[in-house]
């Protein structure tokens, strides 16, 4: 396959033959198909089998239905038939639901996602998973980051002596330094099913549910693993010290060992769990009913919302749920809000004079309810 080094030179040559062919008479949609590509790619933590994969072409980080898709064998693996000139611009997506097999631990009981960087589709793995957070989290503070300098980041930051772009299981028993890869593979992903709000979500397991609730269940479990895919990046230091040659984990990765790495690894703190949408299931009522007045002042989430995006958006990016920046630390947290700006965080004490307590406590109400 031919590397394709400059995707904007492909991205404008398939705009004029979609021109063409849209003005080429006819009246037909089905005349001059783009030549098609395939890409191949295998998913592992340890080899994963029934991932949903696919072609994230509208970057949301989510296996939409009109997206190219396709699931893996028992070998981790699966082949994506894809238009020729997307191989150098979208990222690939593994959403691992409970019905995904874990050939390290087994069946997999806590959904969570992987990806992995735009043109990098060898492998979807926590590692590659941590260069596009890696990336976005840069973009996010106005950065731009190629997939390279992320993956140095990464590798470093886990002190890692190969590449995180190959395939450490395929090397891991011949060779102490793609073991290792493996291992903190593994760190991260028993950490994301960790920092998981404890329910569950999974590609497929929503049987019954209209199609609606399954799109507003599937960006809800989004918006949680994009919360933890940041999360993560601010502890591959304390991943990398974890001791793998502990006695629990000498029969290799277990409940064992996975017990013990949530024993070394905190699970990501997020600021909101964004619950599941509520079923037809009457909830019990909470022994703790919330207190119905919030501390003074009272925020106005809709009011919030507009503060939000004349203010904050440059900076944390139009979804706040994406926690670009570590912005939903602000959710119900008016106080989280003006630390930051007083501390000038990232350069946002210009907004001492802007963002009063009032101002703060609608933008934490927001933030507490991005979806309004
Ligand atoms: C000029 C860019 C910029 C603007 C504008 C900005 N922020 Fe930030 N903010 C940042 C950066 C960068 C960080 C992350 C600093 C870090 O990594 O510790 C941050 C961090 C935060 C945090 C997390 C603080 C913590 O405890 O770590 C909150 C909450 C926050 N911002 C809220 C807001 C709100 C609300 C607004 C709008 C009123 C806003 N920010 C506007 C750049 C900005």
Redesign the pocket.
């Known amino acids: 396959m031919t590397l394709i080094r400059n995707p904007w030179t492909l991205t404008f040559i398939s705009a004029a033959v979609a021109a063409v062919t849209a003005c080429g008479g006819g009246g037909g949609m089905s005349t001059t198909p783009l030549a098609s590509a395939t890409i191949s790619t295998t998913v592992m933590d340890g080899l994963i089998q029934n991932a949903v994969v696919c072609l994230d072409t509208n970057g949301n980080g989510l296996c939409d239905t009109a997206e190219v898709q396709g699931r893996t064998d028992a070998n981790g693996q699966v082949t994506l038939t894809i238009p020729a000139d997307q191989v150098g611009t979208a990222k690939l997506v593994a959403m691992i639901g409970t019905d995904a097999i874990d050939a390290d631990t087994g069946p997999v009981t806590t959904p969570y996602t992987l990806t992995t960087p735009v043109g990098r589709h060898g492998v979807i793995s926590p590692l590659t998973t941590m260069v596009q957070a890696k990336i976005d989290a840069d973009k996010a503070?106005g950065k731009t980051t190629s997939a390279d300098a992320a993956a140095t980041f990464v590798q470093t930051a886990l002190t890692l002596k190969v590449s995180v772009f190959d395939n450490f299981i395929a090397k891991r028993n011949s060779n102490a330094d793609y073991k290792k890869a493996g291992d903190m593979a593994h760190g991260l992903a028993v950490a994301a099913q960790e920092s998981n709000c404890g329910w569950s979500h999974s590609a497929t397991s929503t049987t019954g549910a209209s199609s609606s609730e399954k799109e507003s269940e599937t960006e809800a479990a989004h918006q949680n693993e994009a919360h933890i895919h940041s999360g993560l990046l601010d502890k591959l230091g304390t991943v990398q010290s974890v001791d793998f040659s502990h006695s629990a984990c000498a029969s290799g990765m277990g409940k064992s060992c996975d017990d013990y790495i949530k024993t070394q690894v905190a699970p990501v703190s997020l600021a909101t769990c964004t619950a599941p949408p509520t079923t037809s299931t009457v909830p019990t009522t909470p022994t703790t009913p919330t207190p119905a007045t919030p501390a003074t002042p009272a925020g106005s989430a809709a009011t919030g919302k507009t503060?939000?995006a004349a203010?904050?958006v440059?900076?944390?990016g139009a979804n706040p749920a994406l926690n670009a920046?570590?912005?939903m630390?602000?959710a119900n947290s008016p106080s989280?809000?003006l630390?930051?700006i007083s501390s000038n965080?990232?350069?946002?004490g210009?907004?001492k004079t802007t963002?009063l307590a009032q101002q703060a406590a609608d933008?934490a109400a927001y933030l507490a309810n991005p979806g309004i």
């Open positions: 503070a503060l939000y203010n904050c440059m900076c944390h920046n570590k912005i630390k602000g989280n809000i630390g930051a965080a990232g350069g946002m210009m907004l963002i933008i």
